[in-house]
């Protein structure tokens, strides 16, 4: 049997190093030659973990292609700035100057002399209507890439966290053959099995995870490969991009991905974790509450703007960097108190405070101190760093991954706001990385020849 292939791997916008712990989960062997990331904080961290060997803090761009081609890697792992292409951002694409060092890797790699075999990327959910991903789908294909997209959310493993993000997968066929499954020319909702057998030939007990994972199986019960609309019509390689769903019901006409159809089907959602397997404390008197819970009048003004989602909740918000700072659409907050209702608390609060006649925020009049008393008997906090870490497949639970001390609070939120699902790209890049049956028995040939 063929050695095990030892992967040469660049890794790009490299963050704290999500895509680093994601490739050492993929079970695949290699190295990580280089690390590349401009942001002092996350560059921090990265070396806290990882040591400072393969860490450059340069900016990509300013790098000549002859660097990159010194170090024969063949793969690529990347996920650039997602600003250009976030429903709150401008939304300009390509003419972000933030979008300047992906433009700059797409034009070099054509020219290059050592491409790499294999490209992962990984962005928001908007950037498969941006004109960057025709750009990269475009020149792929030029380029002899066949590849994949995908759009996956961490709910679909089991994680109990909605972050759904958009996935390329690449591989130059010349050089190392296609994928373990046909590509198919869409936008898929779900993570090819690595299983060799047809659909129809297997019977459902091959494991959990991987059920779950590959949604063709269950077809539209799964919930998990929803149709997509497209925004708008496109010209050339990206008119044949159409959202894989349904038989028969794709592009236009389509749906959005919505992953509350996962927590809505009850099979599914018991695949799904509750969040208290992710939570470091539940106690109020906890010394670590005062860390983490909500200022006073961030509550009493804002508190019903918060996501709030209790232990046996099994979904949280997408926490992005905002978190800890902004309310609004930046994740969930945790409420420990699980036996009071949410609503009600808050509806006896909203009347208390009703009944204030001078500043509606003065903390010092009777209706404000009594409502503000009410609601805190919810146990309202922000989740702590390390659940937001273990929700993103951190392995900081087995002590693998931690911050420094000297990173403030707001900045490890902001650094995981940045950053990807370690678990979720860890799959993707197994699938992304392995032969074939066919192609692997061509490989043990040419060996034992």
């Excluded at 918060?306 to 659409?329: L, P």
């Amino acid at each position: 049997m063929a050695e095990p292939h030892h992967f040469r791997v660049l890794e790009f916008y490299s963050g704290i190093g999500g895509m680093h712990y994601a490739f050492n989960g993929s079970g695949h062997q290699g190295e990580i030659l280089k690390a590349f990331d401009i942001n002092t904080t996350a560059n921090e961290v990265y070396a806290h973990n990882h040591g400072k060997k393969q860490l450059a803090q340069r900016n990509i761009e300013a790098v000549p292609m002859e660097f990159y081609d010194k170090q024969q890697a063949d793969v690529w792992l990347m996920s650039p700035p997602c600003q250009p292409y976030t429903r709150t951002g401008n939304q300009e694409g390509s003419k972000d100057t933030r979008a300047k060092s992906f433009l700059y890797l797409m034009d070099i790699l054509p020219k290059m002399t050592h491409p790499p075999n294999y490209i992962l990327l990984e962005n928001v959910k908007g950037f498969e209507e941006s004109d960057s991903r025709d750009l990269l789908v475009q020149t792929l294909s030029d380029s002899g890439y066949e590849f994949q997209e995908m759009l996956i959310t961490p709910l679909q493993i089991g994680i109990p966290n909605s972050r759904m993000r958009y996935y390329c997968l690449a591989r130059k066929t010349e050089k190392v053959g296609s994928f373990v499954h046909p590509v198919t020319g869409t936008l898929i909702g779900y993570i090819p099995s690595l299983d060799t057998q047809s659909q129809e030939d297997t019977d459902g007990e091959g494991g959990e995870l991987k059920d779950f994972v590959d949604g063709r199986k269950q077809g539209d019960r799964s919930g998990l490969s929803t149709p997509v609309a497209i925004k708008k019509r496109r010209t050339s390689l990206s008119s044949s991009m159409t959202i894989q769903g349904s038989q028969g019901d794709e592009g236009d006409s389509a749906k959005k991905p919505d992953e509350d159809m996962i927590l809505s089907d009850p099979m599914l959602a018991l695949k799904v974790e509750v969040l208290e397997k992710y939570i470091e404390f539940m106690d109020m008197e906890d010394e670590r509450m005062k860390r983490y819970m909500i200022p006073d009048k961030t509550l009493l003004k804002y508190g019903r703007l918060f996501d709030i989602v209790k232990g046996t909740t099994r979904r949280s918000c997408c926490f992005t960097k905002g978190y800890y700072h902004f309310v609004e659409s930046t994740g969930s907050i945790l409420q420990m108190v699980t036996d009071k209702d949410t609503t009600v608390i808050f509806d006896e609060a909203e009347a208390l405070k009703a009944k204030v006649q001078t500043n509606a925020l003065d903390l010092d009049d009777e209706n404000n101190t009594k409502a503000l008393a009410l609601l805190r008997t919810l146990g309202l906090r922000y989740f702590t760093e390390s659940e937001v870490a273990h929700l993103m497949g951190f392995p900081i639970t087995e002590g693998r991954f931690s911050f420094p001390a000297t990173t403030s609070l707001k900045q490890r939120y902001r650094v995981l706001g940045n950053s990807i699902n370690v678990k979720v790209v860890s799959q993707l890049i197994r699938y992304l990385l392995t032969c074939s049956l066919k192609q692997s028995v061509s490989e043990e040939e040419k060996v034992v020849s």
